[in-house]
Nanobody, 126 residues
Framework: QVQLVESGGGSVQPGNSVRLSCEAS????????WGWFRQAPGEEREFVAS???????SYLDSVKGRFVISTDNAKNTVYLQMNSLKPEDTAIYYC????????????????????WGQGTQVTVSS
């Protein structure tokens, strides 16, 4: 049974940074594509960033230049470094992983992913 376990959320002031981690465990699953999504209160879940093995990174326009997605394949882990945080970044952040090989334009779609983490809260407030 594959599980994605997230860590690193918390409360920070605007302008500060947070790094989220998400590790896949269970079986021999090795994700081809990783993604981060977020959901603010009263809003729908939205795509934040994704990365395909060996190529292809995508970001939500509003986080470009501030967030960086990266992986450590040896640890089956994906990271989301979030810098210059803004109050509008406040949300529950979910990691996702998939074994299939979506085209770049499909990496922002939830259906491209097979497994999801439980979510971690990030609150940006002064």
């Amino acid at each position: 049974q594959v599980q994605l376990v997230e860590s690193g959320g918390g409360s920070v002031q605007p302008g500060n940074s947070v790094r989220l981690s998400c590790e896949a465990s269970g079986g021999s699953f090795s994700p081809y594509v990783w993604g981060w999504f977020r959901q603010a209160p009263g809003e729908e879940r939205e795509f934040v960033a994704s990365i395909r093995r060996n190529s292809g990174i995508s970001y939500l326009d509003s986080v470009k230049g501030r967030f960086v997605i990266s992986t450590d394949n040896a640890k089956n882990t994906v990271y989301l470094q979030m810098n210059s945080l803004k109050p509008e970044d406040t949300a529950i952040y979910y990691c996702a992983a998939g074994a299939r090989r979506p085209i770049i334009s499909a990496m922002s779609l939830p259906r491209s992913y097979d497994y999801w983490g439980q979510g971690t809260q990030v609150t940006v407030s002064s």
